[in-house]
């Protein structure tokens, strides 16, 4: 049985994007009698807002779409820290005690640091600190935990996945590098939680945008390190706006909210946009 999710983060209103996603997710299930999930990705507890969740809930009903089972990142937490035990106990995950500030000024002093999709990426300063050093640190800093992006690709060989709408998708495993498995204030990442949910869920098919194509490099590692099912993908093309822009509320993006209050009629904006009309002024990205 088919089963895809949506996972909307509560840190602002829903938009048309969201909405396409949220139908997109809804429909590869639903048209072949799966099951639908909701599920709010709240680990960012300095951004997440209740009044965000409540939101997202009036939002998709609006829509008209129905969701088999709702969960909260925020009341799994025990289960992203058993998957990072895991990893710490097979020596993937290591202590990180550098500061923003630090990693910046890291990476302009090397002339060869490794760069990903979003700019740089952690140079991996702390992988190399000794184990009495290590030990002595944690007990008096504050420390994220890291992936040794490295040794799990070398553990993991060569990975891909099934994209529905890309094909076989070759993974770069070091796409990320380093990346952050726990924050120093964020109880799991995104990364790390996404991938526990999708197995531990049981999701067959995550439907998702393009813009988190890069981060399923990462997945793909994080499920092998793991030992965990790989999901079939579909990565779906954004909604943009007049100016070729992803919505987004700093380029002025209207919220589903505002289009509710104005008096649309959401039952039909979600049958347009099954036929692919979208409204005036919007249009879909590369697919
Ligand atoms: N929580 C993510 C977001 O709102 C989506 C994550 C996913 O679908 O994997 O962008």
């Known amino acids: 049985m088919i089963v895809s999710r949506f996972a909307p983060s509560p840190t602002g209103g829903l938009h048309l994007g969201h909405a396409w996603s949220a139908i997109q997710a809804h429909d590869r299930a639903r048209d072949h009698q799966g099951r639908f999930l909701l599920r709010i990705e709240d680990t960012d507890v300095t951004r997440s807002r209740p009044e ?3 939101g997202i809930l009036t939002d ?7 969701w088999d089972e709702m969960s909260a990142q925020s009341e799994r937490l025990a289960l992203y820290d058993a998957a990072l035990d895991r990893l710490r106990d097979d020596g993937l995950a290591y202590p990180c005690f550098c500061t923003r500030a630090e990693i910046a000024r890291e990476v302009a002093a090397s002339l060869h640091a490794p760069h990903g999709p979003d700019g740089p990426l952690y140079p991996g ?7 009495a050093t290590r030990a002595e640190r944690m007990a008096s800093e504050a420390f994220a935990w890291r992936l040794d992006a490295g040794e799990a690709a070398r553990r993991a060989g060569p990975l891909s996945w099934t994209d529905e709408l890309a094909g076989t998708m070759p993974v770069a495993p070091r796409l990320l590098g380093d990346l952050v498995l726990k924050g120093k204030d964020r109880p799991a990442s995104y990364h790390l939680a996404v991938v526990v949910d999708d197995a531990a869920q049981g ?18 590692l994080l499920q092998a390190a793991l030992g ?17 822009n992803r919505l987004a ?33 919007f249009r879909l990205g590369q697919a």
């Open 249 to 281: 509320k700093r380029h002025g993006a209207p919220t589903l909210a505002d289009w509710r209050y104005e008096g649309m009629d959401g039952i039909a904006l979600v049958e347009r946009l099954r036929i692919g009309e979208l409204p005036f002024g």
């Open 60 to 66: 998709l009903e609006w829509l008209g779409l129905g």
């Open 228 to 244: 965990l099912p790989e999901p079939i993908y579909r990565h779906h093309a954004l909604v943009l706006d007049a100016e070729g």
């Open 203 to 220: 999701i067959t098919h995550v439907v998702r945008g393009r813009d988190i194509m890069p981060s399923t490099h990462a997945h793909r």
């Open 52 to 54: 965000h969740v409540a």
């Open 125 to 131: 300063t702390c992988r190399a600190i000794d184990p």
